[in-house]
C-alpha cells in the first residue's frame, strides 16, 4: 500500500512529531508498504493532491495539525487516514469540551474552570482567585486548552503564584483551570482490533535516574512498566477508557490518561489523547507490547482498520 506519513508542523509537538513518523515510516517499509514522509507545512494540501497516496498516517500533533485541520484536509480529498475523524479529533484536542462532554456522561474528572486571555486580563485578581476558590482548593493546575506533550501547564501552590497562571497564555489563548490530584499518573491505551474497541494494558513510567521531568522524554533514564494497580482498579479503568472512547467516537487508536488519588484510589480522568505519540519507547507501544503486541503489529493494526 502506498502511505504518506504526515509529520512536523508549528505546533509545540513538531519535533516529537518527526521523530515518531521516522519510527512509524520505517516499520510500514518492513511490513511491506510503499512509504512517504510529508511535512505538514502550507504545502500539504498540493503535497497530498499531487501523491494521492491510499493512506495517510498522521503523525502531527497539537493545535492546528491533529486536532481536526489534517484530518478535514483528508476528508476534502477524500483521502483515507488513520485514528479519529475531524470533528471527534476537534473535541478530543480540546480539554474543556473533552472534559464537559465526559463529565456529562458521568465520567468522574477533576473539578475545573475555564478561563480565556480576555477575560483573565480583565477580570480583577481577587475576582478570579475567589471563582477558583469556590470550586477547588489548592494546589490547583493551569493547563492551556488545545496543548500536549506536557507543554503550557503550570502548577498553582497558593494565590501568591497567581502570576504563573499568565504564562499559561504563552501556549494558548484559552486554559482550564483544574484541581490538582495527588496521585500516581497511569494510562490506558485503546485500539480498535477486528473494529472492536480493546483495552491494551494500562500502565505508569517513572524516570530511574535523577527526579521526574514535566515532560517525558523515553529515554534509556525512563521506563514505562505495567500499572501497579489491583484486578479490579485495571478492570475499572478499561471499562472507563472504552466508555470515553465512545462518548467522543474516537476510532481506531486513542490513549486516554488518569491520575489514581492517592488517598481514596479513585481514578480520575485527566484527557484523552487522538493522536498518541508512537515512538516505540513510550506509553503506548510499550502498552500494546505488554498486550502482547509487537511494534511491527501495531502499526499494522492500526493501518488495516482503516481498510
Not at 64 to 70: E, M, N, R, V
Not at 257 to 271: G, K
Request: glycine share 6%.
Amino acid at each position: 500500500m502506498n502511505i504518506a506519513v504526515v509529520h512536523g508542523g508549528a505546533s509545540s509537538e513538531s519535533a516529537i512529531s518527526t521523530k515518531n513518523a521516522g519510527y512509524i515510516a520505517a516499520t510500514l517499509e518492513e511490513n511491506g508498504h510503499i512509504v512517504s514522509l510529508l511535512e505538514f507545512d502550507e504545502n500539504i494540501y498540493m503535497n497530498l493532491q499531487k501523491r494521492k497516496p491510499q493512506l495517510v498516517f498522521i503523525a502531527v500533533q497539537g493545535k492546528y495539525h491533529g486536532d481536526g485541520t489534517l484530518q478535514s484536509i483528508c476528508e476534502h480529498l477524500r483521502l483515507a487516514y488513520t485514528g479519529s475523524k475531524s470533528t471527534a479529533a476537534a473535541i478530543i484536542n480540546d480539554k474543556c469540551l473533552c472534559k464537559k462532554i465526559c463529565a456529562y456522561h458521568g465520567i468522574r474528572t477533576p473539578a475545573f474552570i475555564y478561563v480565556n486571555k480576555q477575560t483573565f486580563w480583565a477580570t480583577p485578581k481577587v475576582e478570579l482567585l475567589e471563582k477558583i476558590e469556590k470550586v477547588m482548593s489548592y494546589p490547583v493546575v493551569a493547563k492551556a486548552v488545545t496543548q500536549g506533550g506536557s507543554y503550557g501547564i503550570e502548577y498553582i501552590q497558593s494565590r501568591d503564584d497567581y502570576e504563573k497562571i499568565a504564562q499559561t497564555f504563552n501556549y494558548d489563548d484559552e486554559i482550564i483551570i483544574e484541581q490538582f490530584i495527588k496521585g500516581k499518573f497511569v494510562t490506558t491505551p485503546i485500539l480498535e482490533i477486528e473494529k472492536v474497541p480493546i483495552a491494551l494494558t494500562t500502565v505508569s513510567g517513572e524516570n530511574v535516574i535523577g527526579k521526574q521531568k514535566d515532560i517525558v522524554l523515553f529515554n534509556k533514564d525512563f521506563i514505562v512498566k505495567e500499572a501497579d494497580l489491583s484486578t479490579e482498579q485495571k478492570e475499572e479503568l478499561e471499562k472507563i477508557s472504552i466508555e470515553v472512547f465512545d462518548i467522543v467516537n474516537a476510532k481506531n487508536y486513542a490513549r486516554i490518561d488518569y491520575m489514581i488519588e492517592e488517598e481514596t484510589q479513585l481514578p480520575y480522568f485527566i484527557e484523552i489523547n487522538a493522536v498518541p505519540g508512537l515512538k516505540p519507547e513510550s506509553f503506548y507501544p510499550q502498552a500494546a507490547a505488554k498486550y502482547g503486541l509487537s511494534f511491527n503489529n501495531l502499526i499494522e493494526i492500526i493501518v488495516k482498520n482503516e481498510l
